[in-house]
């Protein structure tokens, strides 16, 4: 393992920023909680930054085609984004599904998500629920962003997360008799609802909820009741955690 030097430690902390990621098309993984998931990922991992104490005590699995490097934490900290570095930076090539499939269980889709921390949370509730299909419109905020993958919490490594011309994918999906859900405030009530299967489950833009165009390729719509009556609206992540924990206590989707 090299130590790092000037020129490479300024030629990575270019990293910080989204678009050096895309054009290598790669991603940032830092932490160890995180770069431990990457670890046991099956992503190929292009360069390694970890203190000395990190890498003695995970030289056994360290894959051997990557570039490594021992640094100091204040050159952790000129690569990092967080703002208290934990001991390993990592650089991921990129893993996008290429076959995007027609639903066999449940598929989230996300139709024109913008925060960062919601599209993590999201991703990290559906693993929780098993749900392994995300389907995204192309104007959703990049899974690759380095808010989503820390928000995510290793959610990023076990669930394929697709960029599509949504309103044709659910078309595509009712066309073939799949319900499509989405969620609606006039949609009709979540808890005296059956909900059907195999299903795809929108989730809308966090201020103008989901599109015209993807609200007219939907064949079911669906609304959490405001029970309390008092606050305007969810936010997009609950809603996503609510609406999936519903189907998966009403049917056997997974």
């Not at 790669?26 to 932490?31: A, C, I, L, P, Y």
């Not at 009530?189 to 195999?198: A, D, F, G, I, V």
């Amino acid at each position: 393992m090299a130590e790092l030097s000037k020129n490479l430690l300024k030629n990575l902390a270019a990293y910080r920023l989204p678009k050096c990621c895309d054009e290598k098309e790669v991603f940032v993984v830092e932490g160890v909680k995180l770069c431990d998931e990457a670890l046991r990922s099956g992503f190929r991992i292009r360069t390694i930054c970890g203190t000395n104490e990190w890498m003695v005590a995970h030289q056994t699995s360290l894959p051997p085609d990557c570039e490594k490097y021992t640094v100091t934490a204040d050159q952790l900290d000129r690569l990092s984004l967080m703002r208290s570095p934990n001991k390993v930076w990592m650089l991921v090539e990129r893993n996008m599904p290429k076959i995007l499939n027609i639903p066999g269980s449940l598929v989230l889709a996300l139709d024109g998500l913008q925060d960062p921390g919601n599209m993590g949370t999201i991703l990290r509730t559906a693993d929780w629920y098993g749900i392994r299909q995300v389907v995204c419109s192309n104007d959703t905020v990049s899974c690759y962003n380095a808010k989503v993958v820390q928000a995510s919490m290793g959610a990023i490594f076990r669930t394929a997360v697709h960029y599509c011309h949504l309103e044709t994918y659910l078309h595509d999906c009712a066309s073939r008799g799949y319900a499509v859900y989405g969620a609606m405030l006039d949609g009709e009530p979540l808890y005296s609802s059956r909900l059907l299967q195999p299903a795809v489950l929108v989730i809308g833009n966090e201020g103008r909820g989901v599109s015209e165009g993807v609200a007219a390729s939907l064949t079911h719509r669906l609304t959490i009741p405001n029970i309390g009556g008092t606050c305007e609206s969810l936010n997009a992540a609950v809603a996503a955690a609510i609406l999936m924990s519903e189907f998966q206590r009403n049917g056997d989707c997974f």
